[in-house]
């Protein structure tokens, strides 16, 4: 299979990209290309113009800024998946992009690429969007930074406008006695997902929750925070039954579609189950005793 | 460029430089099969969940049907034709497969071989489970991947006792 014609460019810089985007509303972005390129070769998506980005130096880095984490858009998920400062800090990523598609796939694709596919059944959508990301998008009238719950705007789309181009994603760091975790359910290894949770929680006196935050994906168009949850966490005691109720909680808001893979029913408990698991994890890491988990 | 004009580059591909033109939709694969003969990197599904078209591109596995031509221009292409010293003298990873019943209709190991590589030059004593994350990126429909667990396992161990031979072994039934 082979991709429909399309004009080729591949610019040198930023300034170059956002002047070719701003000239053709229908041209694409190819960054890794791990999803673009098999959408193109199905004929799926038909861009009369492709921007390729994939060499344009200066957007892979990971970098220690002090009140947060910068991730260059161009960072692959094998780079991310390797880097300590990521795992040290915000494991729920490293869990992510750990079940991203295969070897070749994580080789190639991007964060930044993930982020504006805005795939509500992609692990870096729902990861970003528990670790409250924010994300740095570049255009003609300069820069602008939009905060994780406004940036997965609808299926597949993000609030990256057709002439800009997302270069930056910032993880604010935690405060101490904070721990993250993630985890997916899929059919088969690699396949896609019935459902996936990340959790982040910060602890206080003892074992109670100071705050906690709670993704949701493959439950609706977009990503979603499973906002009635993390109330009840918060200042609770994180026990076995807080965990189980904070559980049954997360599937409010949530609109898992009824599928070949797996009934709607069968998607909302397996939420649960993951709410339960992936805060058991977290929790386990922040160093709460007596957390049973099977990672 | 336009869609319908043709991009030179070049690229080195095995150690060796070649040099063409091709239309920007041209895939990697095709590039390296149609043009370039090379025709030991296989298509197999030609979606990107096989495997079968692993490459090597500067340095890490790459399915060549997921990637444009053009975005391997100047890269540093290892196939498995690259594998073997001189053409001939088998790779300790081709020859482990070869003695450990690593594959059997062979269609899926030129990937599996590339992706193998790619593990054991990252880790060089992979455990089963690692073994298995490794190639997990590329689908075989015959072995039911016992003998290739088998063959990387052997791979290792030749190759990090700096060896290129390897004892022939029973195969299990």
Known sequence: MIPKKFDYHAPASIDEVIRILGENEEAKILAGGQSLLPMMKLRLAAPTAVVDISRLPGFSYVRDMGTHLAIGALTTHDTLGNDKSVKERFSLITDAVARIGDQQVRNLGTIGGSACHADPAGDIPTALLAADAQFVIEGKRGKRVVPARDFFVDLFTTAVGHDEMLTEVRLPYLPQRSASAYMKHSVREGGFAIAMVGVVATLEDGNSCRDARIGVGAAGPTPIRAVSAEKYLKGNTLDEATIAEAADRAVEGAEPPSDVHGSREYRLETIKVLTKRSLRIALKRAGVPGMRVSE | ?173
């Not at chain 2, 043009?35 to 990107?48: E, F, I, R």
């Not at chain 2, 969940?49 to 540093?76: N, P, W, Y």
């Not at chain 2, 450990?100 to 004593?125: A, D, E, K």
């Not at chain 2, 429909?141 to 060896?163: D, F, M, N, P």
């Open chain 2, 1 to 173: 460029m336009k869609a319908d004009e043709q991009i030179r580059m070049s690229m080195r591909v095995n150690h060796k430089q070649y040099s063409g033109a091709v239309e920007p939709r041209t895939l990697l694969v095709n590039f390296l099969r149609d043009d370039l003969g090379l025709t030991g990197t296989h298509v197999g599904c030609d979606t990107g969940h096989c495997g079968a078209c692993t490459i090597i591109m500067d340095g890490r596995t790459v399915k060549s049907c997921m990637i444009l031509a053009v975005q391997a221009r100047d890269a540093e292409i290892l196939t498995v034709e690259g594998l073997a010293e001189d053409g001939k003298k088998l790779h300790p990873i081709q020859e482990a497969f070869m003695q450990n019943h690593g594959l059997q209709c062979g269609f899926c190991t030129p990937g599996i071989l590339m992706s193998s590589l790619f593990l054991l030059q990252r880790n060089p004593h992979p455990t089963e489970e690692e073994i298995r994350g490794g190639v997990e990126g590329n689908l075989c429909r015959c072995t039911g991947y016992v003998g290739i667990v088998r063959s990387v396992k052997a791979a290792a161990e030749v190759l990090s006792k700096g060896k290129t031979t390897t004892k022939k072994k029973e195969v299990d039934h």
